[in-house]
């Protein structure tokens, strides 16, 4: 199987390729100023391409409401595939990205928000305010700033996003 692609069969259908496409977005005013190195948005390239994902774009913006609205639109515009942001899902009075993220979509998917948080029920998971959502056919997953927790809430769904974002475009592989 090529990388990018996941095949899928249907009973009522031929097999189909399913594109294996992501966004990343690094949403932090430290990465934006230079300040601070984008580990998090390398963990989530380097993870994504591991597991066969092609990147198609890669961003940094500013915390808050409006950089996150305005980008979301943007990067999903004639888009089928993921759009991960990495960064402001926490406490603090910068970490805007769930608001921006709710303000730009078509419907919200709180099982994979869900399944994002409770994935190290020790750890800091449960502290995220992250959501999941479509926007058109693009997936948005919000995942924590910090390098080790994007990658472990990216995983605790990678498995079924190919499955989402198939039906989304129109398949019906069950």
């Known amino acids: 199987m090529p990388t990018g692609r996941l095949l899928t069969v249907s009973a009522d259908s031929a097999p189909s390729a399913i594109n294996l496409s992501a966004k990343v977005i690094t949403v932090s005013d430290g990465v934006v100023a230079g300040t601070r190195d984008d580990a998090s948005g390398d963990a989530l390239v380097a993870r994504l391409t591991e597991a066969g994902w092609t990147i198609a774009?890669?961003?940094q913006i500013a915390d808050g409401v409006e950089s996150v609205a305005q980008a979301l639109p943007e990067l999903s515009e004639g888009f089928t595939g993921m759009i991960v942001t990495t960064g402001g899902t926490g406490?603090?009075?910068?970490?805007l990205t769930p608001e921006g993220t709710a303000a730009v979509l078509d419907r919200q998917a709180p099982g994979l928000a869900e399944a994002m948080r409770t994935c190290n029920p020790a750890g800091l998971g449960r502290l995220?305010?992250?959501?999941?959502?479509?926007?058109?056919?693009?997936?948005?997953?919000?995942?924590?700033?910090?390098?080790?927790g994007c990658v472990e809430t990216l995983e605790a769904v990678l498995d079924v996003v190919p499955h989402a974002i198939d039906l989304m475009s129109g398949g019906r592989p069950h």
């Open 91 to 95: 406490f603090g009075p910068r970490d």
């Open 128 to 148: 995220s305010r992250a959501i999941a959502g479509t926007r058109g056919t693009a997936l948005i997953l919000n995942t924590p700033g910090s390098t080790k």
């Open 57 to 59: 774009a890669r961003r």
